[in-house]
């Protein structure tokens, strides 16, 4: 099924009914019997290394990044990964466990001798991949309004991806699931171009399409706006989306860099949330910086307060009733310019990130954390590392 052309607010589009799925392995969340969201992509254990010397490991892969995000809009979801039977970290969305292969696991390589740009990120090991048939078996007439396919280790498939545009309403794809390639001896992480990666006939398919701006130029982007959202990352800078004739640059948020690890993601789940709450592409968009900015300000999966998740949703809402009214869902319109107040929804997201939801960590400490042979014991009580990388750059490992 073609999925339904994005429209300019006001163009309306094919309604959406209710979402009810049953997956065969994982059961429904009793206060969310009706999930709107699915996210397919494997969980990761990452283990960051510099000079050898390894300096953090933690939970990783793009999922759950994006779940905190999700989680603190309180959006039903479900959620697809896939673990070895090793995987000891406990998380909101219980994964598939596979018998028969390990979890997915990351290392990234940095040297003292050059910037964070120039690490090595290798595959050491991969689960297996998630297969068309671990999809969510839809009822009839029942699907999800989104679904996010954010792969970050060849896990998912063209025919998984395609699965999920069967299933799914509009469907958000992280570049990183399509062109990565792995060197077959020693994991080595490598992009193609999306024309040679086996899901450029799915592009037409898709609704949005998140790459970073080392990503971007394995995409030509002049034709993928002609059919979908393209949003690139650009770290320190914002963002910037392209949709047809339309392009809009997204202002970042003043922070103090300490782990870059799952910016991207974050920023991904911010921007879904705030579609799903009705707010304009470049409002969503402003809001996935947001949360972009939230996650490098803090070490591993990031951990949000409650009163600034509280302050946060009560912008949307009001942003949400000020300019959108009776909009329910994000197929009824899109907006793609900018509304007139979006530099004040900018200015209320900076003020509701004031302290004491601020960790502020001073980046002389960090550097003599990140120099330091004992900074590889230092771990929270939950497996997560107190110090990773201090230099101000895009995501790692997602």
Known sequence: MHRPELQIHGVPQNPLSSTTLIHPD???????????????????????????????????????????VLDGFSIPCTFVSKVGSDFSYPVTHPPLVSPSSQTTLFHAHFSSRVQRHDRVLKRVRACDPIAPSDLPRPRPNHRFELGLAVGVAGEISPETLEGMLDICDTVFVDIQALIRVFDPADGTVNLVHVRDSGFHHLLPRIGFLKASSD???????????????????NGKDGSTFYYKNVEQQILPFPTVQVDPTGAGDSFLGGLVSGL?????????????????????????????????????????????????????????GLVFAKPLDHEEFHAALVRANTPPHTFPIQEESQRELLCSPRVAEHHNCNGQPKTLSSNACEETIT
Do not use: W
Not at 31 to 44: A, M, T
Not at 215 to 233: L, M
């Open 276 to 332: 799903a709450h009705g707010l304009s592409v470049p409002d969503a968009a402003l809001l996935g910086n947001f949360f972009g900015s939230l996650t490098v300000g803090q070490v591993g999966l990031p951990k949000f307060d409650s009163s600034l998740l509280q302050a946060v949703k009560d912008e949307v809402q009001r942003k949400k009733s000020h300019i959108f009214g009776p909009i329910k869902c994000i197929n009824e």
């Open 215 to 233: 990503e971007a130029p394995y995409v030509d982007v002049d034709e993928a706006r002609r059919d979908c959202c393209v949003v690139v990352t």
């Open 26 to 68: 994982m059961g429904q969340n009793q206060d969310h019997p009706h999930p709107r969201c699915l996210v397919v992509g494997n969980y990761c254990h990452d283990v960051l290394m510099k000079d050898d010397l390894v300096l953090a490991e933690s939970l990783g892969g793009a999922a759950s990044f994006i779940s905190a």
